[in-house]
């Protein structure tokens, strides 16, 4: 029988209502038996400071240790002024330091995010994706998940409503399992 996969998620939200945060909540109903997803929240981790990379917080040990345990990562990113919220940049830096110890380096990982805008986080997808390269981290392609008008898809309850959505969930999940597979010979 073939090893489960562990894929470790966060969301670029602090937000209690976040609809990224409802995004991978939907992740964990979703998750196929051959796959266990956890959900680590980014809440806590400092702002970097290259002076302390050396001497990383508990959160910040805690996160980078979570990430080596993992066979992928799965990132759910809110768009900010077109981008990356500071709050997933900072923590992926954190994870990435002192040089030569990226915990990042080699993983699968595959994203998604949801926004109020029409482009449902896509420039700030692309943008994450540019941080990849650098990471050294295996970007899933395919497929794209970019949810435009969140609030019309996810309820005040904080649940993913959408069966689109819901489906193209499942086939990132679904995805990024055979791609842990396929880098990790789980
Ligand atoms: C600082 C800031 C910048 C934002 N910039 C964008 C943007 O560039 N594109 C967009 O579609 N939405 C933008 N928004 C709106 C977000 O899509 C919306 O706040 C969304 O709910 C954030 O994700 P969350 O629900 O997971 O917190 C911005 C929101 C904030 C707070």
Redesign the pocket.
């Known amino acids: 029988m073939e090893k489960t996969v562990h894929i470790l998620s966060f ?1 670029g ?1 602090l ?1 209690k ?5 409802a995004l991978l909540r939907e992740a964990l109903e979703l998750v196929p038996e051959d796959a266990r997803l956890e959900v680590f929240d980014l809440e806590g981790i400092p702002p970097f400071n290259q002076d302390l990379e050396n001497q990383p917080s508990e959160k910040v040990k805690e996160f980078k240790a979570k990430i080596r345990g993992a066979d992928a990562i799965l990132i759910a990113t ?5 981008s990356i919220p500071g709050v997933l940049k900072n923590a992926i830096d954190w994870a990435s330091r002192p040089y030569g110890d990226n915990a990042l380096e080699g993983k699968p990982v595959a994203l998604m995010g ?4 029409m ?1 449902g ?1 896509a ?1 700030a997808q692309y943008h994450l994706r540019q941080t990849f390269v650098f990471l050294n981290m295996y970007p899933l392609n395919r497929p794209e998940v970019m949810v435009p008008f ?1 609030n019309d898809k996810i309820n005040n309850d904080g649940k993913v409503t959408d069966p689109k959505t819901k489906e193209k969930i499942r086939e990132l999940l679904e995805s990024l399992i055979v791609w842990a597979r396929r880098w990790g010979k789980n």
């Open positions: 969301a939200s937000r209502s976040s609809f990224n945060r809110p768009e900010y002024n077109y949801a926004s109020v805008g482009l986080t420039r969140a």
